[in-house]
């Protein structure tokens, strides 16, 4: 029988190996429940926090301890990030030059109108999420129910409308209604969604009608323009005219008043004379005889003057230097 008791040899030592192992085996489950307890959540986040499944608490962005090993377990939800669904288009890459895909939504954008047309609207909702315990357990699916729910309400809104008010004028109210009707929606269903924007991207009607629509917009905008012009010609005459009568009218009432005061004070004058004739015939009868000539002779060029008493001698006029004649005494006339 060999001799196991030899000089340098050793048995090994179990007793330390299954301690290293047990160590090992310890601290492989420390690093697992630490794992497992410390999560972390990201700035425009907050974590739901459920324990065997039922919430307890909810945690705001930075590092947090859960209880480890599947007995609670967090649910990320991004709060403060602005989500966007979109209708009749997808966007392939969103940059300065957005590309977009149409093919195969039309069945999420073609919709009937007030006046039974059909109209392609292709429309986008912001939103964010309000309430993150409502968003993850009220609703099974909250993001599909919530693209019916933006189709069912923008449907609605484009039915109670004719063609022309969702393709030109009305285009803003239609955003605003569907805004405030999806908003009363999601807290009717208390789905946890704050709706934020709605963009309407282009509204334009079925290719096969384009362009008959398009001759209809076209004859409508020349009747605008016609309109337009007929409004304008009539604003520039009207004022003009009626400036116009009105500055014919205040002159004929000044030059009424006018001859009225001039025919007051002619009147009035002449009252004032008979009154004096009346009182002094002779020397107003004499005033009136100066005043005239005072006013008559400055404008004749020469004057006689005969002497009224005279009666022996009847001079010679020179009547003919008078009338660019010779007189009979010039030149050794007549005596």
Known sequence: MPDFNTSGWSPPDINLSRRTIALIAIGGVVVVTLFTMVFQIPADSIGVVMRFGE?????GPGLHVKAPVGVEEVRIVPTQRQRKVEFGYRTQSAAVDSSYKREGY???S???TGDLNVVDV????QYRIEDAQRYLFEVRDVRETFRYMSQAVMREVVGDRTVSEVLTVGRAEVADTVKKSLSELCDDYDIGLRVEQVNLQDI???DPVKPSFNEVNEAQQEKSELINQAKAAYNKAIPAAKGEGKRKVEQAEGYAVQRVNRAQGEAARFNSLYEAYRKAPEVTRRRIYIETLSEVLPKVDRK???DEGASDVVPLLPLGDMRGMPSPNSNGGSK
């Open 55 to 59: 919430p307890v608490r909810e945690v």
């Open 106 to 108: 039309e069945h999420e």
């Open 110 to 112: 073609l919709m009937l």
């Open 122 to 125: 292709q429309w986008a909702v």
């Open 204 to 206: 334009t009607p079925p």
């Open 304 to 306: 006689i003057v005969i």
